[in-house]
């Protein structure tokens, strides 16, 4: 069975520290990852998106790939509280950009 | 958000009532998806469209219809709405490979 699982939490950090989410899926033909951002209420938005094994930074956000142990992880330093809200993991499992989505971990990062 | 537009927000139906949820995008987009969110479920594909004129089931068709009438609108049909379908619907579209999928903001619909 093709899934994207996640810790659904909740991950409580302090403002400032560094929140570290985690996904891991089943299907090793996937080839596409990407971390979705959705506050209470609101649609998703894509914060991250990575294609191949290793890191990738874009400002304070940091995804990781690891291909061989099927996981994918997003790091989020100096974390405020605007980044309060539920994280989304995807994979395109099909290659046809059909995505397959986690259900998702909601981080609070406390002031 | 810009690009895709959902309408209604917001609707409740009785068991048996039929509906139909309207999506546009104007990005020129070839795919379009719809999904439905539950508490503790994700995101779940129903239907999607790879381009104008084809639609194929994702993991959830039942209980659904879709027409993607031109290259710009998908709709999702309730032809007999049941609680278990009370959700949130979102509707996505997507231009390129590798490309992220851009979100409508999404649809509350209850069935009493």
């Known amino acids: 069975q093709k899934e994207v699982e996640q810790n659904s939490g909740p991950l409580s950090v302090p403002e400032g520290a560094i929140a570290s989410l985690n996904c891991t899926y089943s299907?090793?033909?996937?080839?596409?990852f990407f971390w979705y951002r959705q506050y209470s209420g609101k649609s998703p938005e894509l914060i991250m998106s990575i294609y191949s094994n290793g890191d990738k930074e874009d400002g304070r956000f940091t995804a990781q790939l690891n291909k061989a142990s099927q996981y994918v992880s997003l790091l989020i330093r100096d974390s405020q509280p605007s980044d309060s809200a539920t994280y989304l993991c995807?994979?395109?499992?099909?290659?046809?950009?059909?995505?397959?989505f986690g259900t998702g971990t909601r981080l609070t990062v406390i002031p | 958000n810009a690009g895709v537009t959902q309408t209604p927000k917001f609707q409740v139906l009785k068991t048996g009532q039929s509906m139909t949820l309207q999506c546009a995008q104007d990005m020129n987009h070839n795919s379009m998806y719809w999904y439905r969110q539950d508490p503790g479920m994700g995101l779940r594909l129903i239907y999607y469209s790879a381009s104008e004129g084809t639609t194929d089931k994702g993991e959830v068709p039942n209980g659904y219809n879709v027409s993607r009438l031109n290259k710009r609108e998908f709709s999702l049909r309730l032809e007999s709405a049941a609680p278990s379908q009370t959700s949130v619907y979102f509707c996505?579209?997507?231009?390129?490979?590798?490309?992220?999928?851009?979100f409508g903001d999404g649809t509350r619909l209850s069935i009493l």
């Open positions: 995807a994979s395109d499992q099909t290659g046809a950009n059909n995505l397959f």
């Open positions: 996505a579209s997507l231009g390129n490979s590798n490309q992220p999928q851009h």
């Open positions: 299907d090793r033909v996937s080839q596409s």
